[in-house]
Nanobody, 126 residues
Framework: QVQLVESGGGLVQAGGSLRLSCAAS????????MGWFRQAPGKEREFVAA????????YYADSVKGRFTISRANAKNTVYLQMNSLKPEDTASYYC???????????????????WGQGTQVTVSS
């Protein structure tokens, strides 16, 4: 089993920045692709960003491209999501997820992820 714990969420004004962290523990592997998803009240969970196990492949939702950056530090079993130029529509609970399949190209689909964190709340005020 793998446990994922997100941190770094909070309240920020529009235009501000936050950095989310996702710490993995348990039966972790640097071969896992990692993803970030978010869910706003009354909406479905949506893909935000993903990174391959080697760190060389990254993908972003169009809505965050150019503003968010995903990265990973395998030695620390940690994945980050740097969020800049935040907008009120970025308000949501943000979830970290791990894909144990070993795929090199990370998936954008939530069904492909096996482990999930509990989420961290991000609120952007206008």
């Amino acid at each position: 089993q793998v446990q994922l714990v997100e941190s770094g969420g909070g309240l920020v004004q529009a235009g501000g920045s936050l950095r989310l962290s996702c710490a993995a523990s348990g039966r972790t592997s640097s071969n896992y692709a990692m993803g970030w998803f978010r869910q706003a009240p009354g909406k479905e969970r949506e893909f935000v960003a993903a990174i391959g196990w080697g760190g060389g492949s990254t993908y972003y939702a169009d809505s965050v491209k150019g503003r968010f950056t995903i990265s990973r530090a395998n030695a620390k079993n940690t994945v980050y999501l740097q969020m800049n130029s935040l907008k009120p529509e970025d308000t949501a609970s943000y979830y970290c997820a791990a894909d144990r399949s070993g795929r090199y190209v990370p998936s954008r689909g939530s069904k492909d992820y096996n482990y999930w964190g509990q989420g961290t709340q991000v609120t952007v005020s206008s």
